[in-house]
């Protein structure tokens, strides 16, 4: 039970770090860099990002609330796991490609971030079998 609070806690202060960072980088970006992003017509770009990244913070949240749950299915609990883990890559792979894109201009991170994409489709994916385990 405790290993099964440990992980359900680590899956919620995952989502709220990843919520904080996603006020801070929009603010951030929103006021200190919008000249600079509108300059280099990347606004719109960082604006996915964040709404990507606040997405799957609140998705974490919800998936540590989930283990809490299914606390008596050890399959569940795995697969709730995998798809914390993919929600996370997915995160740093595609808001992150996107913001050193943004604030960089290598455009070649564009390629990248598809691959942040699937790691999304790949948590959404865990969660759906998860729940239905």
Known sequence: MENLIAQARW???MGSILGVLGVS????????LRARLE??????????AVKYQFYHAIALV????????LANNP????TLNWSAWSFVAGT????GSLYILCL???TWLGAITPIGGLFFLAGWGFLFWAVGK
């Open 104 to 106: 960089s201009g290598v």
């Open 75 to 78: 399959a569940a609990l795995k």
């Open 25 to 32: 980088i929009g603010a951030f970006g929103a006021h200190s």
């Open 62 to 69: 919800l998936v540590g609330i989930i283990t809490q749950l």
């Open 11 to 13: 899956v919620i202060q």
């Open 92 to 95: 740093l792979i595609f808001s």
């Open 39 to 48: 300059a280099a017509g990347r606004m719109d770009t960082f604006e996915t």
